[in-house]
């Protein structure tokens, strides 16, 4: 079985390298995504100071990480949210209602934190795939 570390286009390519990390790892069927936060390819923070926009980012962001692993966003079974504020959890409902429309939504774990890597980043959602052969 091999084991691939994922970099979607979309994301910093520096990061994962500085850090020693991958955005995900799939290995055999299993996809692990790593914490995501609200940025672009050149890493600039999107939604400053607004949850929403920062978990439609993140969504997209996820999007295209499962894109570049070949995984389909219904194969997507688990999530953990992390967010700064519990005044954020309606906003990042919406947008996890608009992005996950299949039959069988992923679980969902909600954390609320002191913070996170960056004081600009309200939310960081990781995630895990599984796809059926």
Do not use: H
């Not at 609200?38 to 939604?47: F, I, W």
């Not at 607004?50 to 969504?59: G, K, L, T, V, Y």
């Not at 389909?72 to 409902?93: F, H, K, M, P, Q």
Request: include cysteine.
């Amino acid at each position: 079985m091999t084991r691939r570390a994922i970099t979607p286009k979309v994301l910093p390519s520096e990061l994962p390298v500085k850090f020693a990390y991958s955005y995900a790892v799939r290995q055999g069927n299993e996809l692990v995504i790593s914490g995501l936060v609200s940025v672009d390819a050149e890493g600039r923070v999107k939604g400053v100071n607004d949850a929403r926009q920062q978990a439609d980012q993140i969504f997209a962001n996820l999007a295209a990480v499962c894109e570049a692993a070949d995984v389909g966003i219904d194969d997507v079974i688990e999530t953990t949210t992390y967010c700064t504020d519990r005044s954020y959890l309606a906003a990042i409902n919406d947008a996890r209602v608009q992005f996950f429309t299949g039959p069988v939504k992923p679980t969902s774990t909600l954390v609320v934190v002191a913070g996170l890597a960056r004081p600009e980043f309200l939310v960081e959602i990781s995630a895990r795939a599984v796809v059926l052969p």
